[in-house]
């Protein structure tokens, strides 16, 4: 991978497209472009545990934003161009929702109500 080349990069506990702009390894620097994988709501250090003191909101990156990833977390991107960001991030949004969903369990419950909290947030309404 080089600088410039689109990439899929894991972020915590999303997934991005994005463009690489630096590689020191072990770290490296991406850009953005588009959501993969929405992040995981609830306490990374107590996973799937609905009954926690702090349950954590997870939003995804932002477009354009700039993340520290480990290299060891990208591979190189397939597509000819990044998908749509806001297209992106509500499929992979829409896709959080219904995994959640179909759990049926509290932890399920609880990231569910998490993200449509989210959802409003990123589109309103």
Request: aromatic share 8%; with cysteine.
């Amino acid at each position: 991978m080089n600088v410039g080349d689109l990439v899929i990069a894991k972020y915590k506990s999303g997934e991005y497209v994005g463009e690489l702009i630096q590689l020191e390894r072990p770290k490296a620097k991406v850009r953005m472009l588009a959501v993969r994988k929405h992040p995981t709501q609830g306490d990374l250090h107590h996973p799937e545990q609905a009954d926690v003191a702090f349950f954590h909101e997870r939003r995804a990156l932002s477009y354009r934003e700039v993340a520290n990833v480990f290299a060891s977390e990208l591979e190189p991107y397939d597509g000819a161009e990044a998908p749509d960001y806001r297209a992106s991030l509500e499929a992979a949004l829409h896709a959080e929702i219904a995994a959640m969903e179909a759990r049926g369990d509290a932890f399920g419950r609880r990231c569910r109500a998490a993200l449509e909290k989210l959802k409003q947030d990123y589109f309103g309404g």
